[in-house]
């Protein structure tokens, strides 16, 4: 099966770190740019980071910015996501997916469908 696996999330206090790790497994990613994507309780999915697939742009929405970081490794087939100064406003389930949009300050669509490789997504909770 042509997926993402998700790992790395946890419990965290506020102000704290977390870096979240998303697997390719059955596919190689090389080719496609890679998002990070939270779906907050309560709330519909979103998208956070994108990544291109040689690494060298990234697009982020603004609550983010300056917090998270996103990069990959094709030859480990993994992206990451480095999340600094954490709030209670960023729990929720982290998943990635493919075919994001690249482009700095292009929005990212709202359809689930347009993205690719889905995977169970990891648990990250900001709480005290």
């Known amino acids: 099966q042509m997926q993402f696996v998700e790992s790395g999330g946890g419990l965290v206090q506020p102000g704290g770190s977390l870096r979240l790790s998303c697997a390719a497994s059955g596919f190689k990613m090389d080719n496609y740019h890679i998002g990070w994507f939270r779906q907050a309780p309560g709330k519909e999915r979103e998208g956070l980071l994108c990544i291109s697939s040689n690494g060298g742009s990234t697009n982020s929405i603004d609550s983010v910015k300056g917090r998270f970081t996103i990069s990959r490794d094709n030859a480990k087939g993994t992206v990451y996501l480095q999340m600094n100064s954490l709030k209670p406003e960023d729990t929720g389930i982290y998943y990635c997916?493919?075919?994001?949009?690249?482009?700095?300050?292009?929005?990212?669509?709202?359809?689930?469908?347009?993205?690719?490789?889905w995977g169970q997504g990891t648990q990250v909770t900001v709480s005290s």
């Open positions: 997916a493919a075919n994001c949009p690249v482009s700095s300050g292009r929005p990212f669509s709202k359809s689930l469908g347009r993205y690719d490789y």
